[in-house]
């Protein structure tokens, strides 16, 4: 399949493209486009019939979220964009900084100029220390471009644009935590509503979106609504994706390929196959927040609607492959130990709650659970889901989920067996 290749264009192998390569490949000619003959409102309205959803995992329609946002109030406003990029599975967006970052920036101009925001920030995961080194070297150059600071273009329109590091922690992925670390605070989330739109940054009306959301308005600038839209597979699905691939494949890397794109093409065309001629027993198909897909499923689509069908989400379409020798339950407690120790300890349901899936879990890998410990398990998932705090316990609950409904067999054999029938392990 030939894929448009949008967001990766520019992507070569150890190489960046800064201003002089972003330009000769069409970069910023959205932003001079628009601020030559467009109205903020017309870019709004634009992006909502482009059907762009949000690539940071949550999947919500972005022109739906920035209707939220009060553009024509005065007073000060900000566009923060989520580089946080934590969950395991899901590298994408750091990929897409290394290749081309002068993409973000004019995503992020386009966005503030729609928005009518005068500042913006970046928040970018700790480890990221080449990405944000790229995104200051871009700003700079777009400000001695005269894309960013004050009066871009000549137009009137005033944009500063700052990269800010995270301490450190997956619960800064979650956009009201991101917004507490960004002033200095302890990252908890906080309390909705009132949501960032009305109260965000500073107390002031605040837009968050992820990396690959923003790269992605230029493009739609340039080509148009219902040309975005056909770049999608599957109806009501829109654009294309970048897919992580991870996991007991032949090849693991990140691809630009179209929303709604089949597993099976992915894992066989992109993935190269299941590595060492064995085959495919699961995947998570969305990062590590996700309920698993089996072989059964193989073809379904990669888009959010026909995730939500099977039981599964789209998430940050992080693609992790696991082979038929694999232990789902030992998958499902390597997960859940990430998970367990990223809470934020802000609410019951996921400072106890997760602890316990943890402990059940390595009981039962252990070989040391009994039929009290699936049925606790069980209890787990109902009491965790729908009543945490934030997201967080809810997409951890995500592969316990997968685990329960695909492969509670594989719990009742180490039951049985009082060992991991995988490994044969009685201890972990």
Known sequence: M???????????????VFLDGYRASGGYQGLEQALKGMTPEEIRLLV?????RGRGGAGFPTGVKWSFFPAEAPGPKYLVCNCDEMEPGTYKDGELLLADPHQLVEGMILSAFALQTDVGY???????????????????????????GKNILGSGFDFALHVHGSAGRYILGEETALLNGLEGKRPNPRLKPPFPATRGLFGQPTTVNNVETLANIPHIVTGG??????????????????YGLSGHLNVTECFELPVGIPLREIVENYGGGVWQQRKFKACLPGGASTPYLTAAQMDTALDFDSLEKVGSRFGTAGVTVFDDRTCMVAVTLNLIRFFARESCGWCTPCRDGLTMVRWLLETIESG???????????????????????????????????????????IIDHLEAGKCPVTGNRTI
């Open 122 to 148: 970046i928040f970018i995961r700790y480890a990221y220390q080449r990405q944000a080194e790229n995104l200051r070297r871009a700003i700079a150059e777009a400000e001695a471009a005269g894309y960013l």
């Open 368 to 410: 040391q659970g009994t039929g009290e410990h699936l049925e606790m398990l069980k209890e787990q998932l109902l009491n965790i889901r729908g009543n945490s705090f934030c997201a967080l316990a809810e997409g951890a609950m995500g592969p316990v989920d997968g685990l329960l409904r695909l492969f509670e067999q594989e």
């Open 48 to 52: 909502k019939e482009a059907n762009l």
């Open 2 to 16: 030939s894929t448009p290749q949008l967001l990766f264009k520019n992507r070569r192998p150890d190489e960046t």
């Open 225 to 242: 609504a219902s040309w975005f839209r056909g770049l999608a597979l599957t109806p009501g699905s829109s654009g294309t994706k970048l």
